[in-house]
């Protein structure tokens, strides 16, 4: 996200074999297509933290960036040399973000987990799914909406701070907690008596108002007419007005509406839903969003130039836009493509550099 905004950004890998995504099975070719997905627009340098210089190299590094991100759990980075503390002494100004499962704090610090285990604690997990079970969401929501995106509010919110005031900063990232922030509006609304239970919400698709409903032809559509003018003209569209009147009257006509979806097809639905804007859009399978005229139209899908790969790779554009100005799109880097020419930038000399070779603290000038 910060390289597509302008940032550079540099990927730290260990020499040894680097990001494991780049392995992950789906491969397009030579590396995972998750890799290209998250890693364009950054250079990459093989550094071995652990490895005699690695540490100190890391912390000169530093000093001539305005920004180290991580992502191992707490003391990792301390236990190699280079954590806040050592960071702090190398450059006064230093911006370190942290993003963790559960946060630098609490008895839950050390533990392991993933995206699901986040979810779960935070709540999301048990709003998501039908009322006898809860189910997993098809996306990574505490990673990318509770982690991501929170540590580049965060990061944002350091360099302003530094501008003002010379003074570095550690961002605390907990993906638990940037889960549990997307509860905000449910927490607000169980204060004023509204059920927290799964299914019992007021978005959680009770409302007949506020649903996915089967089309004619298997395929579904979302009607969001949550205020009652959207409501009101979508039932006086359909030729059915005496339904606005039962809105707010239990679950609402979700019967009547069950049968009025069942008359037109998907799409059929989706050009009336934009010819009286009632808030009634198709559901798009991943596939199909790809050729929809709005999202192609403001380009939120990229074609990355890859030539390792002999092709371009598809990607999904940061929904950020400065001034209408277009991210470069750079293919995501090969493992150390780029660390002679980083370190180079940074002041290290020929002799520095080779003396981190020897030592097996940088990959080989070949990777």
Known sequence: ?????????????????????????????????????????????????????????????????????????????DRLGCGWEALRAASPAAILCSITGYGQTGPYRDLAGHDLDYCALAGVLARNGPPEAPLPLGVPVADLAGGAWPAVAGILAAL???????????????????????LALAHGGAAAGEPLGRGEGGLDGRRACYGVYRAADGRFVALAALEPRFFRRFCEAVGRPELAARQLDGDGPRAELEAVFAA???????????????????????AESREDPQLRARGAFLEVPTPREG???PGVATPVRLDGATAPLRPAPRLGEHGDEVLREAGFDPEEVASLRAAGALAPSSA
């Open 311 to 313: 092709r371009a790779m």
């Open 1 to 77: 996200m910060l390289a597509d905004l302008g940032a550079d950004v540099v990927k730290l890998e260990d020499p040894d074999g680097g990001d494991y995504l780049r392995a992950l099975p789906p491969l397009a070719g030579a590396e995972s297509g998750y890799f290209h997905a998250l890693n364009r627009n950054k250079r990459s340098l093989a550094l071995d933290l652990g490895a005699p210089g690695g540490a100190a190299a890391f912390l000169k590094l530093a000093r001539t960036f305005d920004v180290v991100v991580e992502s191992f759990r707490p003391g990792v980075l």
């Open 264 to 286: 037109r097809t998907r799409d059929e639905w989706a050009a009336f839903g934009r010819e009286h804007d009632v808030c009634l859009a198709p559901v798009l399978e991943p």
């Open 160 to 182: 302003h701070r530094r501008q003002a005031s010379g003074v570095g900063a550690r961002v605390d990232v907990s993906m638990t907690e940037g889960a549990l922030s997307l």
